[in-house]
């Protein structure tokens, strides 16, 4: 049996999806089915909304197509044949696709009784598929815009062996219990709010604690590798924009002006241009180069209401920005400089795995001459090099006005997350006409380079809610200690504890509730807090206390042997000092 690429088998089971939802709903109306990362989905049309048995029915379907072996063939027709054929089974949004590719001929797939508007590829036949799963519904606008009729999306999956799957579920299933919405909520971090809207983020008491906690760190090692902090306002003139090109570019995913004195403003989408005036405030020389800019901005994109997912899509996100402005020259040692910046961070926070992508020129439209392109893709290549990195080449993936390097982060259940971007920027140089005096006295353009370690603190405050699945680290964790009394008189003893060590940042609570003890114990376990102190009499009079780390008894110590023990605790863990996430 010839052996297919995994999209092509997922590609291939959206077709016998949709055959099955045919069977089921013979008046369904199809848009879209394409394989995706871990699977594939179909969007339709349907006269009633789906439920989870119709789910088992559908996937009993398909099933049974799998066994028919049904060959898959390809069929090349006119432009007439497709409009007639589409417009006879009453297809609107095939006839939509066919509208907007506007060629002279199209490409169909059959198999069995079923036949679809596609360019494939396929397998040879349905029971070269495997197993497959169907695993839920959703809605979605056709084409992404709530202008359009909203379809139901079913999402499937398939791989060649049943083992496959039945990792693939378990996984689906653990990442059921690390949702960062779910633990988010129970452990009192963060919520979103209908009366607020969308996408718009509560900071709580304890995440926003641990949100500090986070931001300070980036600060002390920003400030030990070399940057200055700018800060920069949530709105900008239009003219801003203007040059900067977003308003031709991007305003698609800006929002509407707001006019103050005849003039229009809008919410920032990003930081870069209010750097890039900070740059131009001031006339610099090659002695002052390179500059270092670098911000925790606030940005507001716009994002339709059917894309927004908890803390990892949200319509208003920090970014942990930076600008490095340097020149040609410097370029090589700058991009060197970051990636170890970002590895290193990203390691302190526990992600040790990760999958470094370098995109390069794209082959037709981009800003720069060749030159450019050719020594900071080398740049960016001999950065790679040095760390020694195993590294992939997205070639021609580049944006327009610059080559990247993208960095992956894996996991505690192995799932990939985009993190870090190293963007070089040959355009807004250009457009801002930035420019600094060269050893020659003459002007010369810089290089600017786009740099983000965790993309958003928002997004990445998500993904270590997943990634820990709730139970951080002490340095991070909201809440370190929890002290437990279990008699009246330990009340006085236990406010002492906490005064003095919260004078000394420890972050500790007092749990004095009438519970008694054992349930007071599986509160720790459900709230995940790393330690706790059971407080009494004994404990008093001797002036020793036990310190537990779970059910594991850490030691015994004085009073201030346990602060000192809990300062430690406490000190954010140098690059070299990284701890396992489990």
Known sequence: MVAFPIEVIRHSAAHVLAQAVLELFPEAKLGIGPSIEDGFYYDFELPRSLSDDDLIDLERRMNVILVQDQPFSQLEWTAEEAVAYMTEKRQSYKLDIIKDLNLPTY????????????????????????????????????????????????????????????????????????????????????SIQEDIGGGLILWHPKGARMRYLMEEYWRQVHLRSGYEFVNSPHVGLSKLWHTSGHLDFYQENMYSSIRVEEQEYYLKPMNCPFHIMVYKDKGYSYRHLPLRFAELGTVYRYERSGVLHGLMRVRGFTQDDAHIICTPEQVQDEILTVMKLCLDVLSVFGFQKVEVYLSTRPKEKFVGDLEQWAQAENALRQAIDILGIDYQVDDGGGAFYGPKIDIKIEDAIGRQWQCSTVQFDFNLPDRFDMTYIGVDGKKHRPYMIHRALWGSVERFFGILIEHYEGKFPAWLAP???????????????????????????????????????????????????????????????????????????VGSFGIEEARDFFLSESAYPDFLDVASPH
Not at 131 to 146: M, P, T
Not at 519 to 540: C, M, N, Q, S, T
């Open 107 to 190: 490409s169909f797939f059959k198999n069995g009784p079923f036949l679809d508007l596609c360019k494939g590829p396929h397998v040879a036949s349905t029971g070269q598929i495997g197993v497959i799963k169907l695993l839920k519904v959703s809605g979605a606008y056709w084409r992404g815009s709530e202008k359009n009729p909203m379809l139901q999306r079913i999402y499937g999956t398939a791989f060649c062996a049943r083992e496959d799957l039945d990792r693939h579920l378990l996984k689906l299933e653990e990442a059921k219990k690390r949702d960062h919405r779910l633990l988010g909520k129970d452990l009192g971090l963060f």
């Open 479 to 553: 809440v370190q200690v929890r002290l437990l009394t279990v008699s009246e008189t330990a009340e006085s003893y236990a406010l002492f504890l906490k005064k003095s060590w919260m004078a000394h940042g420890i972050r500790v609570e007092l749990d004095h509730s009438n519970d008694k003890i054992g349930a007071k114990i599986r509160k720790i376990f459900l709230d995940k807090i790393p330690y706790h102190i059971v407080l009494g009499d004994r404990e008093i009079q001797s002036k020793m206390i036990c310190v537990k780390q779970g059910n594991k008894e």
